[in-house]
């Protein structure tokens, strides 16, 4: 992988953004929704009610992090 534009090596960051610009150029909503459920479906049957749990604790402090802030 080289830059087109100074032939340096493109880096990671640089390669997955110009392809997730050509996946978005060929596909359209639904595609992504499509993922989008089959990805949620594998999550679930490979985490329990704990993982659920965890993770929406980590999200509430977050959120709850962010309201201080945006207070103060």
Partial sequence: MTNQHNNEKMSRAEAG?????????????EFY???????????????GKEFYEEIGQKGGAARAEHRKNIKE
């Fill in 17 to 29: 953004r110009m392809g997730g610009k050509a996946t978005a150029k060929k596909h359209d909503k």
């Fill in 33 to 47: 929704q499509e993922i989008g459920k089959k990805g949620g479906e594998a999550t679930s049957q490979n985490h």
